[in-house]
C-alpha cells in the first residue's frame, strides 16, 4: 500500500529539547517537503528536497534541520532555537517537478511547553 | 516574494445551497492547484489547472483558471455536508520548483 507515512501523530517535548519527526515515503518520489501549519496561518513551507542528499530551505526554515539520506527518507529535527515550535507539521512528497500534485502524510501535532 | 491570496478564511453556508471561493496570486502562475484537509485530516489534492482560461468539474465541482493566470476559483453546487473542510489553493510559477499556498477557507454547512 503506497504512501506517506509521519510518526509519531503525538508528540509532546519540554522546551530545550530537539526533537527529530519522522517522514517515510514508498511512492518512490524524488521531491519530498516539510509544511508547518498553524490556525489561520495556511501551508508554510520550511524545508525540501529534490534529490537525496541535497535541500533547500522553505519560507521558514530558522530553527529547523533537515536530512536526506535516503531517498525514502525526510527527517525534520525541530532545534531548541525554534521559538514558537508548537504546531502541525505535515510531510508531503511528489514527482521531482512541484507542477505535479503532492502527498501528504497524516502529520504530527507537536507540543512543546 | 510570491503571494497566493484566499479571503475570506471562513465561510458558512446552508446544505443545498452554491458555494463559490476565489485565489488570487500576485504573479503570473505556471499551474494552479487545489487541495482539500477535512476537519482533524491533511490535505489532499482535487485539481491542477494549467491553460489559462481552463475550466474542469469533478462531480458538484466547478475550478477554473484565469484568462491571465494569476486567478482561480472554486465553485460547488449544492454544497452537502461531506463538502466541510478546509479548501487550499497553491500556486507554482517554475521559478524555484516550490508551491505557494494561500491560507485556505474554511467552509461550514448547515445542515
Known amino acids: 500500500d503506497g504512501g506517506i507515512t509521519q510518526s509519531p501523530k503525538y508528540l509532546f517535548r519540554k522546551e530545550g529539547q530537539n526533537v527529530t519527526l519522522s517522514c517515510e515515503q514508498n511512492l518512490n518520489h524524488d521531491a519530498m517537503y516539510w509544511y508547518r501549519q498553524d490556525p489561520g496561518q495556511g501551508l508554510r513551507l520550511i524545508y525540501y528536497?529534490?534529490?537525496?542528499?541535497?535541500?533547500q530551505k522553505g519560507d521558514i526554515a530558522e530553527g529547523y534541520s533537515v536530512s536526506r539520506e535516503k531517498k525514502e527518507s525526510f527527517p525534520l529535527t525541530v532545534t531548541s532555537a525554534q521559538k514558537n515550535p508548537t504546531a502541525f507539521y505535515l510531510c508531503?512528497?511528489?514527482?521531482?517537478?512541484?507542477?505535479?500534485?503532492?502527498?501528504f502524510g497524516p502529520g504530527t501535532r507537536l507540543t512543546v511547553t | 516574494g510570491q503571494q497566493v491570496m484566499q479571503i475570506p478564511q471562513y465561510q458558512h453556508v446552508q446544505e443545498g445551497e452554491d458555494f463559490t471561493t476565489y485565489c488570487n496570486s500576485s504573479?503570473?502562475?505556471?499551474?494552479i492547484q487545489w487541495y482539500k484537509q477535512r476537519p482533524g485530516g491533511h490535505p489532499v489534492f482535487l485539481i491542477q489547472l494549467v491553460k489559462s482560461g481552463e475550466v474542469k468539474k469533478q462531480k458538484r465541482l466547478t475550478f477554473q483558471f484565469g484568462e491571465a493566470k494569476k486567478n482561480s476559483s472554486l465553485h460547488i453546487t449544492a454544497t452537502q455536508t461531506t463538502d466541510v473542510g478546509t479548501y487550499f489553493c497553491?500556486?507554482?510559477?517554475?521559478?524555484?520548483?516550490?508551491?505557494?499556498f494561500g491560507k485556505g477557507i474554511t467552509l461550514s454547512v448547515r445542515p
Open positions: 504573479t503570473t502562475l505556471s499551474n
Open positions: 497553491a500556486g507554482y510559477t517554475g521559478a524555484n520548483s516550490k508551491l505557494t
Open positions: 508531503a512528497s511528489s514527482t521531482r517537478e512541484a507542477t505535479y500534485e503532492q502527498y
Open positions: 528536497s529534490q534529490i537525496v542528499n541535497d535541500f
